[in-house]
C-alpha cells in the first residue's frame, strides 16, 4: 500500500510537469490522477482545487528555494553572504529547473504566470536578499539606499542571467560551471557598480 505521504508528493511532481506542460488553462486534477495512477476523488482528498494544488507546487519550490538560500549565512561578511546569495540562486535555478520555471518563470509558453496564484514573488525568500542588502549598507560596502530598492535591482540581475540560462539563451557557456563564472563574474561587476564612489 501507498502511503498517504507518497501519494502526495507524487501528486505535486506530477502536477508541475503538467501545469509546465500548458499553463493554467489546460491543467486539470484529472490528468494529474491520472499520471500517479489514482482517481481524480482521490487527488480532491488532498487537494480541494486545481489552485490548491498548485499553490501547494509554489509553496514546496519555495521551500526548497529557501533551503538553498540559508547556505549563505555560513559566510564571514555581509558582502560574502549577499555574493553567495546569488550563487545560491544559480544553483537553485540549474539543480531544480522545473521549480524554478513554476515559480518564476510560470508555464512553459510566454514565461508568464498562467494564474493569479502563480508566480507571486515569496515574501520570505525576498526579504532574506532585502536582509542581505541591509546588512551591505550598514556595512559600507554597498552605496546607501532604500535596501528594498537595491535588492529589486539584484533580483533583477540574477533573476535574468538564470532564467536565460535555463531556458537555452546562454547555451554558448557549454557546461554549468563554465556559464557559473561568467555569472559569478557578471554579480561581481554589477554589485561593484553599487559599492560606494571613493
Request: charged content about 20%; aromatic content about 12%.
Amino acid at each position: 500500500m501507498v502511503a498517504e505521504g507518497d501519494t502526495k508528493e507524487r501528486l505535486l511532481a506530477a502536477a508541475q510537469a503538467v501545469y509546465l506542460e500548458g499553463g493554467f488553462a489546460t491543467f486539470s486534477l484529472r490528468e494529474v490522477a491520472r499520471r500517479v495512477g489514482v482517481s481524480a476523488a482521490a487527488v480532491y482528498r488532498h487537494y480541494p482545487s486545481k489552485d490548491a494544488l498548485l499553490e501547494a507546487v509554489c509553496a514546496q519550490g519555495f521551500q526548497v528555494f529557501a533551503s538553498y538560500l540559508v547556505r549563505a549565512l555560513g559566510k564571514a561578511t555581509p558582502l560574502e553572504r549577499l555574493r553567495a546569495s546569488s550563487r545560491m540562486y544559480l544553483a537553485f535555478a540549474t539543480e531544480h529547473p522545473q521549480a524554478y520555471r513554476v515559480i518564476f518563470l510560470g508555464a512553459s509558453e510566454g514565461f508568464m504566470p498562467s494564474s493569479p496564484t502563480l508566480g507571486h514573488v515569496d515574501s520570505s525568500t525576498f526579504q532574506f536578499l532585502v536582509d542581505r542588502v541591509s546588512e551591505c549598507v550598514r556595512a559600507k560596502v554597498l552605496a546607501k539606499g532604500d535596501p528594498l530598492d537595491l535588492a529589486t535591482m539584484i533580483w533583477a540581475h540574477v533573476h535574468g542571467l538564470a532564467s536565460l540560462r535555463i531556458t537555452g539563451h546562454f547555451s554558448r557557456f557549454g557546461a554549468d560551471e563554465e556559464f557559473a563564472r561568467f555569472y559569478t563574474q557578471a554579480v561581481d561587476r554589477f554589485l561593484a557598480g553599487l559599492a560606494p564612489s571613493r
